[in-house]
């Protein structure tokens, strides 16, 4: 995360009416509704822990709708897999694109444990069996400054954690990417403690916004942006959307988590977007926006946007946070 921006300047770009026809739209509201609502029933299904600001009133459904619609130009295919953060597979932006192929993505399978009463190893046809994958369209902001709006698909996470059946005790939910030094070059590097780790309060897990995404653009997602199952958080900083998932673990404690070991008084658990909260180095409260396609001499000359509290999605998220001073619990 700490490599130098290397911002590509910006030419054509991909209006969002060219990949999210009205047609795509429909559908999705439909499948939203349904998720949305099954969300909200998982949500109350739960004892939640005590402590975490949370969560009786869920924002409603259009509010939660809201969030999938941007009139906002979306981030070229191609430079959102081609400027890339995936230590694993390299530290330079191109890295994880040209060693893509070191990531074997089958077969693929995830280890349950921890607080559930359905713990096991799952595999990813077993993981992916019941969901509806819906494409929703978020900004994903990296700490370093940069952010890019792009069309996911996949499904909440939280349909899928309720199948696991999270006992009372837990809390939190711990999850982390594959390790195989052998063939993911980064890895044999001590970068980071090794595996990528990641970690959510289990409100923020069961969010309607949390999603696991097996795909971006109406495409499989590609090996560089964490195939085949990879955690988007839309209002977290980008290194919370941890890539590549082989273990999720339901903890009764705040769980490691990679950059909070490696620089504590940088990277913070919650790492929210807020822009009132500097990092230690560089001040969060402007982005540069990646949105067209990137070539040669960089994102330097993409435009800076102002950064908005947890990274625009206030109305969905903010109640999770409504008792917590955030400039502590950073
Ligand atoms: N396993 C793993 N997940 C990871 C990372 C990583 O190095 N390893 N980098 C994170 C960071 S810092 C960011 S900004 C995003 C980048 O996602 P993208 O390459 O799809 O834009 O992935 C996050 N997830
Ligand atoms: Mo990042």
Redesign the pocket.
Known sequence: ?NSRFNPEKKSGAIPSSEITDRKVFEQRRTLIKASVAGAAGSLFGYSLGTGSALANEVADEDTIRAAFRTTEELTSQKT?TS??????LGTDKGD?ARYANRLITEPWSVKVDGECNKPGTYTLEDILKPHDIEERIYR?R???AWS?V?PWNGFQLGDLLKRFEPTGNAKYVAFE?ILDPDRLP?QRRPV?QW??R?GLRLDEAMHPLTILATGMYGEDIPN???APL??VVPWK????????IVRISFTEKEPPT??NMSAPHEYGFYSNVNPKVSHPRWSQSRERRLAGETKGISALFSPKVETHFLNGYADQVGSLYADMDLKKFF
């Open positions: 995360m959102a400027y890339n953060n995936f230590y694993e994880p994903l990296c700490v370093e890019m792009i990417t980064g980071l595996p990528y990641e560089q942006n964490g990879r955690l900083y980008g290194f919370k959307s941890i890539k590549s990679s950059w």
